[in-house]
């Protein structure tokens, strides 16, 4: 099943990849806002920093990094932590 996946990823247009990536950072985002500073996410930001990384290219996956820095600290600042 994991095969398919990376297969039908590899067919995947660059910007189809990059925006299946920023969705699912946003998703992650959302999750860690919704469910404030007593269940930490931070870990679950690793899964699309690797798949940028992975399917995208190094560059992009150094930019979801400074995005995800971002999310994390608007989400702690609005939940008031």
């Known amino acids: 099943m994991i095969l398919k996946f990376?297969?039908?990823m590899d067919k995947r247009s660059h910007a189809f990849r990059t925006l299946a990536g920023l969705a699912l950072l946003l998703t992650i985002g959302i999750v860690d806002y919704v469910t404030g500073f007593e269940f930490r996410m931070e870990p679950f930001?690793?899964?699309?920093?690797?798949f940028s990384g992975w399917y995208i290219n190094r560059t992009t996956g150094f930019v979801f990094s400074a995005i995800i820095v971002g999310i994390i600290t608007l989400s702690d600042a609005l939940t008031g932590r």
Do not use: R, V
Not at 45 to 50: D, G, K, S
């Open 45 to 50: 930001y690793l899964i699309p920093l690797a």
């Open 6 to 8: 990376i297969d039908s």
